[in-house]
């Protein structure tokens, strides 16, 4: 049994033990939110957070200060119901083949008992230095065990979640969608889309966040 650290992956280590199928960048359907509104009080939040963004040079900041100014009070904004925000959340799964384990920046998820147990979206914030690695495979790995972990409750087959990297305060969102879980090579397929600066499409990303997650509350009750 192989076992995959998320921090440490690339693509070619990846394709060892999965089928990856990676879509081009697109204006895909879920990234499509015109039809959501922001109420007055979310629009509130969100003008001091790009207010002081736009006096800071980001990419100088470093990543704790970042993560608390930029990034997690926008997934806070998306909370709605039981799907709530977390950061700093562990996850391991064991597929047949290789086993994966990882600590997610942030996710997004339903909680029971004061812990998400069901991550539906996973957030990285991409780390500086030289012998950092690429965030996209360290999102994918992530992917794959929060998929684990859903399949896990309701045994559902594809599993279908959302994932961003951030690379200072510009958001890259991708859906993900998981099958053939208990084989000896699982596939993942990958939409992305392009970056979002969070200086001027704050609202945006917050409209994309709440999309995903009225997605998954509307599936969830559907199949209650």
């Not at 920046?105 to 147990?117: A, N, R, T």
């Amino acid at each position: 049994m192989e076992k995959l650290t998320s921090s440490g992956l690339s693509k070619a280590r990846l394709k060892r033990f999965i089928h990856l199928e990676e879509r081009d960048l697109n204006d895909y359907e879920w990234l499509q939110v015109d039809s959501i509104a922001l109420t007055a009080e979310e629009q509130q939040h969100l003008r001091p957070i790009q207010s002081r963004l736009r006096s800071y040079r980001t990419h100088l900041m470093n990543e704790a200060t970042l993560w608390a100014r930029a990034i997690y009070p926008l997934l806070l904004l998306a909370e709605q119901g039981s799907i709530q925000a977390w950061s700093g959340v562990a996850m391991q799964a064991t597929y047949p083949q290789f086993e994966i384990d990882g600590i997610a920046d942030g996710v997004l998820g339903k909680y029971v008992s004061g812990f998400p147990e069901t991550p539906y979206l996973v957030v990285v914030e991409a780390k500086r230095g030289l012998e950092t690695s690429n965030p996209v495979y360290q999102l994918y790995g992530q992917l794959l065990a929060a998929a684990h972990l859903n399949w896990e409750n309701d045994q559902l087959e594809p599993q279908e979640l959302f994932g961003c990297y951030t690379i200072a305060d510009s958001w890259s969102f991708v859906r993900a969608e998981v099958s053939g879980i208990t084989t000896e090579r699982p596939t993942l397929r990958i939409e992305s889309s392009g970056e979002y600066p969070e200086q001027t499409d704050a609202p945006t990303i917050v409209k994309i966040l709440k999309k995903m997650v009225m997605k998954y509350l509307q599936q969830t009750r559907s199949g209650e």
